[in-house]
């Protein structure tokens, strides 16, 4: 299994809902990321996750909450969203720190 | 700080005409550097990268990008494109702090 998967593939939810994003890689892959990608512009990284322990959170508001149940998997708890969070969501992982990283396909996300 | 500039938002090209797709960068310490390609609702798939060693980087797809230390360049070519091609395509460095800088991409639209 050469790819990393996330799910749902669209979502669109209320400002008071809560939802969470899937990431799943089975390629042992020890570091996962989540980005945000906004329409017409890069991704920006929100955290890194380097052996099961978050490393980086790059100052992204506690309405977002990511957690790593283990090595394979990645989650993105989201609670009390914005209309400006409208985004593609993309989960990547790499084999260690400072290795090349491999992107999913995105969630691309709706807040209304 | 690092950054990366891509100073051609838009590159319009003829089919089997050469292209390039220009990407500056600047960090006080060492880069790595990798070129990404966005297709359209999609995430992002790796074009080619350079770690270390020979300055010219061969990918996937029939694309090369040369590093360029003094100039701190990293173009990406290919000397004959498809309609295929078309495409967002991102330079990113990773100055080791396991993440990564993207500059604002290029969008490559290739006419028949």
């Known amino acids: 299994d050469t790819e990393v998967t996330q799910t749902p593939k669209h979502l669109v939810m209320g400002m008071t809902n809560k939802k969470s994003l899937k990431c799943e890689q089975h390629?042992?892959?020890?570091?996962m990321y989540w980005y945000k990608q906004k329409a017409k512009k890069p991704p920006e990284l929100m955290f890194v996750y380097s052996y099961e322990k978050l490393s980086i959170n790059e100052s992204v508001p506690s309405r977002f909450s990511p957690e790593c149940p283990n090595s394979s998997l990645l989650n993105l708890h989201l609670h009390a969203l914005q209309p400006e969070d409208s985004a593609l969501y993309l989960c990547a992982s790499s084999p260690g720190p400072q290795e090349t990283q491999y992107f999913g396909p995105g969630t691309r996300l709706l807040v209304l | 700080a690092q950054s990366v500039t891509q100073l051609d938002s838009q590159v319009p090209v003829f089919e089997e005409a050469p292209v390039e797709l220009r990407c500056n960068y600047s960090s006080s310490v060492s880069v790595y550097l990798f070129w990404y390609v966005q297709y359209p609702n999609q995430g992002l798939q790796l074009l080619l990268k350079y770690l270390s060693g020979s300055t010219l980087v061969k990918g996937i797809n029939g694309f090369e990008a040369e590093f360029n230390k003094s100039q701190t360049s990293f173009h990406l070519r290919k000397p004959s494109v498809h309609i295929s091609d078309t495409a967002e395509y991102f330079c990113a460095l990773d100055t080791g702090r396991r993440a990564l800088t993207f500059g604002s991409g290029t969008r490559l639209q290739v006419q028949p």
């Open positions: 390629m042992g892959h020890r570091a």
